[in-house]
Every structure is written in C-alpha cells, then in structure tokens.
C-alpha cells in the first residue's frame, strides 16, 4: 500500500491532487519498488475531502491506472465522514480513523461492511498515546476496540520498536482469537 497526494521535501509537506502528480507518483513508486502493479493506493487528503473529491483528478486517474492494471485497489485517506462514505460508495478501500477517543468514522465503518469495501484504520493506538504510560487505556484495550468494529479489514501500527512489534503481534492473534469464540 501506498499514497499519493502528498509530499514531503526540506522537511514541509505540500499537496498535489492532480491526475499529473498522481501518475508521475504511481511510476516513481512502481520503479521504486520493482513492481508491475501496486496493490492498494490511497490518496492522502489535506482534510478537504469533498473539494478533492470533486475537484481533483487524483481519484480519476487511479481509477484509469486500475483499468490499466497498475494498481490493483485504490480509495482514500479520508479525514472526514462524508468523503468516507463518498470513498466507500466509489472506491474499493477506506483509511478511517477509529480508536478508543474517536468513534466518528463508525458510519464510514459500517457502510463499508454492507458494501464489503476494505477498510484501514488509522490512528488505532492513538499515534502511540494507547499506551498506559502514555496516559492511554493500554495497547490491548485498543486493539480490541478497533478489532470490535465490524467492517474493519486491517489497522496501521507503526513502531520501531521490535519488542514492541512481537507484543503487537501477540496481542492482536490474541483478540482475534477471543473474537472467533465469540
């Protein structure tokens, strides 16, 4: 999985939703990874879903390098329920926020399950703040609130950390396997 949309240079971020850009970032990246198609590609919104949605070309363009085979999925990083829903009803995968402090995106989350869209939540640990000692109701509390959401396909956990990789890990076979016996 991949975005597209925005940039990083000298340490500021800039935003470039165009079908140009769009492109020019699927070929950079397929030739980055030796690749002949991308699995998923997600356009990572500013916060003005509906503009980029409708204004844009970013989400056009995906659709055409779908057809054309070089990506094989395509949706976006919404920041709002709205252009969630819009994603879901349009695209084939939403990133949705979904964590103990923030439940906003549950109805992006459920029309997502009735449509059997893929989903990814972001922000699941808070941005590292799950746990405890971060003042947080602990990484498992979190794991399994999001794991407890229908319609939720996958969950972006960051660390560069690898203890912290093998408990996440464990954690998580050890909610999905409270789940199915459930």
Not at 6 to 13: D, H, I
Not at 96 to 102: E, R, V
Not at 107 to 133: C, E, F, I, T
Request: glycine share 10%; charged share 25%; with cysteine.
């Amino acid at each position: 999985m991949t975005k597209v949309g925005e940039a990083f240079e000298n340490g500021q971020s800039s935003f470039d939703f165009s079908a140009v850009a769009t492109r020019s970032s699927i070929e950079r990246s397929l030739k980055r990874l030796k690749r002949d198609h991308l699995d998923m590609v997600l356009v990572h919104s500013d916060g003005n879903d509906m503009d980029i949605i409708h204004n844009e070309g970013a989400l056009s363009e995906l659709a055409e390098l779908k057809q054309q085979g070089l990506i094989r999925s395509y949706g976006m990083s919404t920041k709002t329920v709205e252009g969630g829903l819009w994603v879901v009803e349009n695209c084939d995968v939403v990133m949705a926020t979904c964590n103990l402090s923030d439940d906003s995106d549950l109805p992006v989350l459920a029309r997502a399950k009735d449509l059997n869209k893929g989903v990814v939540v972001k922000k699941g640990l808070q941005s590292g703040h799950a746990d405890k000692s971060a003042g947080g109701s602990g990484v498992e509390a979190a794991f399994k609130h999001v794991f407890s959401q229908q319609g939720v396909t996958s969950m972006i956990v960051g660390t560069i950390n690898l203890q912290h990789l093998s408990d996440n890990v464990r954690i998580v076979n050890d909610v999905l396997a409270a789940g199915e016996s459930d």
